[in-house]
């Protein structure tokens, strides 16, 4: 059984940094892509940003410049660098992970941003 397991949120002053890591377990494949969403109160879930197993990356507008995506193919695991956090910034964050036609979802990550 696959899973993703997320470690690294927590509360952060504004223009601070958090770290969110995602671990993958239950599969000898590499996931074709992975990444990370997020999900305020009252909003929808949204891409924050992704990455295939060839290293292509995107971001949603409102992280470029600030968020860095990166992963360790070998071991399934995807990382958030997130720097420069903004109040707007808090949500659940979760890890996403997909492999040919099937999808996988972390049990997400609390992220608050809150002086």
């Known amino acids: 059984q696959v899973q993703l397991v997320e470690s690294g949120g927590g509360l952060v002053q504004p223009g601070g940094s958090l770290r969110l890591s995602c671990a993958g377990s239950?599969?000898?494949?590499?996931?074709?892509?992975m990444g990370w969403y997020r999900q305020a109160p009252g909003n929808q879930r949204e891409l924050v940003a992704r990455?295939?197993?060839?290293?292509?990356?995107a971001y949603t507008d409102s992280v470029k410049g600030r968020f860095t995506i990166s992963r360790d193919n070998g071991k399934n695991i995807v990382y958030l660098q997130m720097n420069s956090l903004k109040p707007e910034d808090t949500a659940v964050y979760y890890c996403?992970?997909?492999?040919?036609?099937?999808?996988?979802w972390g049990q997400g990550t609390q992220v608050t941003v809150s002086s």
């Open positions: 990455i295939s197993d060839g290293g292509g990356t």
């Open positions: 239950g599969t000898i494949f590499r996931f074709n892509a």
């Open positions: 996403h992970a997909q492999r040919v036609s099937s999808e996988y």
